[in-house]
């Protein structure tokens, strides 16, 4: 990316201090940290432990007369493995940019929110990109076959929704709490005349009132939609701007508070010997007459338990 020059933040014509034009994305939009909930670890690879699911679902107690030996049971035990990797970005501040800059706003702070910005979007992006696919999912359907939520006639998302809740509830013993969708996906489902009459009763018309009205319709307490956008062109370029996640929809269970015991559809391994889920530091480039602010952070994105996932592709046009 090119540096901005001294006459890039140094004006001829008086610069507004209470006002500037920023193209920030709210941390609110993006969702990938709320699917995948963060487990710090000690190594940046590593194992972890899966109880297999049978030996719990099968009732294996039996009767036992005075004096005999119990029946005795065992359960099976697997594991899966992560392994995470390095990402990183930093922003240089030229002593002479420093020194002729007329922005209404303090370089560091503005360095600090671009790279956090960047964090934010790689691991939507990646998360997208690994995830919200068929593959990886043990349930799966596609609109094309059950009716895309676009259809208003044909299409039945709260019977959609149930299917999907069923199925994941039958494999696993666990029924999904989390709904994880694009913009578009929400807005069909807002404006489906199944839902309209549904939703009449919503105390305000505020969004969080509509989104938790929604979430209720489904049975969904964790309704997270999706709203980042990204542009995918190279900065030589015009920009090539689209949703990050689009007209899928992710349905799973998702423990919001990982450890030992619980189940959860992923989770973000993050290891902390290179910073966790994210760290920004300060140093001094003295040779380039800079300072420099620099983002770290090395993680792994996986999907831990994919039968807790019902995975809908291209549910809307």
């Known amino acids: 990316m090119a540096l901005p020059s001294v006459t890039d933040v140094q004006s001829v014509d008086v610069v507004l201090t209470n006002l500037l034009v920023a193209y920030e994305q709210a941390d609110t939009r993006f969702v990938a940290s709320k699917v995948f909930p963060v ?92 995830f919200m696919i068929t593959s990886y999912w043990n349930n799966t359907t596609d609109g094309t076959e059950t009716g895309k939520f676009s259809d208003l006639i044909a299409s039945d998302p709260v019977g959609d929704f149930d299917t999907a809740k069923r199925a994941v509830n039958v494999n696993t013993g666990y029924i999904p709490n989390t709904a994880v969708m694009g913009q578009i996906v929400e807005d069909r489902l807002r404006n489906h005349p199944d839902i309209i009459d549904r939703l009449k009763y919503v105390q305000m018309a505020t969004a969080a009132n509509l989104q938790s009205g929604l979430g209720a319709v489904f049975g969904i307490s964790n309704w997270l939609v999706s709203s980042a956008m990204y542009n995918s062109a190279n900065l030589g370029q015009d920009a090539s701007n689209a949703a990050i996640i689009d007209d899928d929809l992710l349905i799973c269970y998702v423990d919001p508070n990982p450890g030992i015991w619980t189940a959860s559809a992923g989770y973000t391994f993050a290891w902390s010997g290179a910073g966790g889920a994210g760290a920004i530091d300060r140093y001094r480039d003295e040779p380039a007459k800079s300072d420099v602010v620099r983002s770290q952070e090395q993680w792994d994105q996986a999907a831990v338990a994919d039968e807790l996932g019902y995975f809908y592709l291209d549910c809307t046009d």
């Open 39 to 130: 487990v710090n670890v000690e190594k940046d690879s590593g194992s972890y432990y899966i109880f297999t699911p049978k030996y719990w679902h099968a009732s294996l107690m039996e009767p036992r007369a005075p004096g005999a030996r119990f029946p005795r049971g065992d359960f099976g035990v697997t594991t899966g493995t992560y392994a995470t990797l390095q990402f990183g970005l930093e922003k240089a501040i030229p002593d002479e940019v420093r020194a002729n800059s007329q922005l209404p706003a303090d370089l560091e702070a503005s360095a600090v929110r671009w790279l956090a910005q960047q964090s934010l979007l790689k691991k939507e992006i990646a998360w997208a990109t690994d």
